[in-house]
């Protein structure tokens, strides 16, 4: 195997110049720097990545915290972080905290004791405590998907990365408002998590815009998930008057809450009208095809790796909260005749 001598003999530099170009440690005029790299490509040289972090204090690696890795919404999420990672030379260490506080206390400890240079987290509903431990350790974080309160550790500066919630179920809302349906009912997720209070904040704001009144009984925790959705959804079935119309605020619960109408024998859009939130790639083969919100969920794990950068290369600038746009996905549950989709 080439070593770090063979790289510097054949470019004509000293072993400090190779370390140089290979850590970013020191300014290195373009020319050597191209002599060096070339030479390493040359020798197909391997830099002992061990010994690079021990020269640069940076392991090149981030953790990456983020529960139901199952859910096709979060998969998409771990490929995009995966892929902004990997551009930037950076790997990845995962691990799910099962949106349980105190197992994702442990897990990121576990994590952050692997020396990793920064976490990526989609914090739990109740997340003090995971808060507490990155802001004591100073850790460079970016939270993902869910948002936390700022100030939670005094000095301690996060970025976060998630899509827009709100006006995405108010648009779904008004939509099936349009299409005649007076009694509305919301599937919404775990308490506690902002994703959860901003989709029900949309839904009140939708009703309001349609001019129809807030009735808290067609409102009803899923939980964020499959199980929780279908015995929510039986709930607002078994009301004296039942809903027309649901919105499913992610894409498990539409599966819990599609299971629930087939157990009732009851058929979508004809019984029951279904928008969801999430789209998913098979959305499109159900039968009717699923009325979605499209979140850019690729696009929030490379975000979230250029934040954590951009955290790691300035760690006193302020923090930065993104969100980014979801798109309308215009199909058939909602009771629409087939004509395509619409974004």
């Known amino acids: 195997m080439a070593t770090m001598v063979d790289v510097a003999r054949s470019a004509g530099v000293s072993v400090a110049t190779v370390s140089h170009v290979l850590n970013d440690t020191r300014p290195v005029r373009p020319a050597t720097r191209q002599a060096v790299l070339d030479a390493i490509d040359e020798l197909g040289y391997t830099p002992n990545t061990l010994a690079r972090s021990l020269v640069t204090a940076r392991t090149r690696s981030i953790g990456l915290a983020v529960s139901?890795?199952?859910?096709?919404?979060?998969?998409?999420?771990?490929?995009?972080?995966?892929?902004?990672?990997?551009?930037?030379?950076?790997?990845?260490?995962?691990?799910?905290?099962?949106?349980?506080?105190?197992?994702?206390?442990?897990?990121?400890q576990l994590?952050?004791?692997?020396?990793?240079?920064?976490?990526?987290?989609?914090?739990?509903?109740?997340?003090?405590?995971?808060?507490?431990?990155?802001?004591?350790q100073n850790v460079p974080t970016v939270f993902l998907d869910r948002l936390v309160d700022d100030g939670e550790v005094p000095g301690f500066e996060?970025?976060?990365?998630?899509?827009?919630?709100?006006?995405?179920?108010?648009r779904l809302v008004t939509h099936l408002?349009?299409?005649?349906?007076?009694?509305?009912?919301?599937?919404?997720?775990?308490?506690?998590?902002?994703?959860?209070?901003?989709?029900?904040?949309?839904?009140?704001?939708?009703?309001?815009?349609?001019?129809?009144p807030y009735d808290e009984r067609l409102v009803v925790s899923g939980s964020s998930e499959a199980e929780g959705a279908q015995r929510a959804t039986g709930e607002l079935l078994?009301?004296?008057?039942?809903?027309?119309?649901?919105?499913?605020?992610?894409?498990t619960m539409t599966i819990g809450a599609l299971r629930a109408l087939r157990e009732r024998d009851l058929s979508v859009p004809?019984?029951?009208?279904?928008?969801?939130?999430?789209?998913?790639?098979?959305?499109?083969?159900?039968?009717?095809?699923?009325?979605?919100?499209?979140?850019?969920?690729k696009e929030?794990?490379?975000?979230?790796?250029?934040?954590?950068?951009?955290?790691?290369?300035?760690?006193?600038?302020?923090?930065?909260t993104l969100r980014l746009p979801s798109a309308f996905v215009h199909r058939t549950s909602c009771g629409c005749p087939e004509k395509g989709s619409d974004s």
């Not at 952050?112 to 004591?136: C, F, N, T």
């Not at 996060?158 to 108010?170: F, G, R, S």
Request: net charge negative; charged share 20%.
């Open 68 to 108: 139901a890795v199952s859910n096709p919404y979060f998969t998409e999420i771990l490929q995009g972080v995966e892929a902004g990672a990997l551009e930037h030379g950076y790997s990845l260490l995962i691990a799910d905290p099962h949106d349980d506080p105190a197992h994702e206390r442990k897990v990121v």
């Open 270 to 297: 004809g019984d029951m009208a279904l928008c969801c939130f999430d789209d998913f790639s098979w959305a499109d083969l159900f039968s009717p095809r699923l009325t979605a919100i499209s979140q850019p969920s």
């Open 111 to 136: 994590l952050h004791e692997r020396r990793v240079d920064g976490m990526i987290v989609a914090p739990s509903a109740q997340p003090a405590e995971l808060i507490g431990y990155l802001g004591r």
């Open 177 to 212: 408002a349009e299409l005649g349906h007076k009694r509305i009912g919301l599937v919404g997720g775990l308490p506690g998590l902002s994703t959860t209070s901003e989709r029900i904040s949309g839904y009140r704001h939708g009703l309001a815009a349609a001019g129809l």
């Open 158 to 170: 996060y970025d976060q990365v998630c899509a827009e919630n709100a006006e995405p179920v108010t």
């Open 238 to 251: 078994s009301l004296p008057t039942r809903p027309t119309a649901l919105v499913t605020a992610n894409n």
């Open 300 to 320: 929030i794990g490379a975000s979230a790796v250029r934040l954590l950068l951009d955290r790691l290369a300035s760690p006193g600038r302020p923090a930065r």
